[in-house]
């Protein structure tokens, strides 16, 4: 059974997606290269700045990743694990400074600590009940998100 598409006869059944392939083979190759493309901004990004001092108990790369996806991460000393860097999240008011005035700390392994965040403001507090803020720039904008509409507009 022939139908009429356009102008166009074309057979029904399987041959229907016969002049497909090429549609296909392009989408697959704009995906390999939005993909490819996604891979080298982001390896650029997170090894363009190299952290020196930091102590052997805290992880660069994580911190790296935590602002690349996130915009923020904080630095806290533990009685367990010493110096870390975690993932993190506001929770209470802000400060004087428009800046959260505690942090939500956790990563992966379970870990998880409400801190107030070091501003010097507070008198007698313990470096085991303060945080500090790690912003990946002034509005703590992930660089995934400037990255994804550039990336889409090279493609």
Avoid at 9 to 33: C, E, H, M, P, Q
Avoid at 34 to 56: C, G, M, S
Avoid at 120 to 125: A, D, E, R, V
Wanted: with cysteine; net charge positive.
């Amino acid at each position: 059974m022939k139908k009429n598409y356009g102008g166009k006869s074309i057979k029904g059944g399987r041959g229907v997606y016969k002049n497909n392939y090429n549609f296909i083979d392009t989408a697959l190759v704009n995906d390999n290269t939005y993909f490819d493309y996604l891979n080298r901004f982001k390896q650029v990004a997170l090894t363009q700045f190299e952290w020196i001092n930091l102590p052997h108990s805290m992880n660069a790369d994580f911190l790296e990743l935590c602002l690349y996806y996130f915009g923020e991460a904080s630095l806290l000393k533990t009685e367990e694990y010493g110096f870390i860097n975690t993932k993190c999240c506001t929770n209470g008011q802000v400060n004087i400074y428009g800046l959260p005035s505690s942090l939500n700390c956790f990563s992966f392994d379970g870990f998880q600590e409400n801190r107030k965040l070091y501003t010097g403001l507070i008198p007698n507090q313990t470096e085991y009940e303060a945080c500090i803020l790690v912003k990946n720039n002034i509005e703590k904008i992930p660089t995934a998100r400037y990255y994804g509409a550039f990336r889409t507009s090279l493609i």
